[in-house]
């Protein structure tokens, strides 16, 4: 596995935790990761966290479920 997808499953799992969380984007190390939450219309019990690099538009999407 590269160290580029390490660093996404890192960030991923600090955010999922702790959207407010400041992680460098995994790709450059440019910009902090924001995080947009996204809602599922097919499913009212999940939706999609959005972690975006303004930096560099680097991009992951973490499939959230709702406690
Ligand atoms: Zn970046």
Partial sequence: ???ESLKWIEA???LAAD???K???PKNEDEFLEVHDVPNPADPDQ?????I????G????LLMRKS
């Avoid at 680097?58 to 999407?61: G, R």
């Fill in 1 to 3: 596995m590269r160290p």
């Fill in 23 to 25: 992680v460098h984007c």
């Fill in 47 to 51: 939706f999609e966290r959005h972690l």
């Fill in 58 to 61: 680097a991009t992951n999407i």
């Fill in 12 to 14: 991923a799992k600090v």
């Fill in 19 to 21: 959207p407010e969380a």
């Fill in 53 to 56: 690099c303004p930096g560099c």
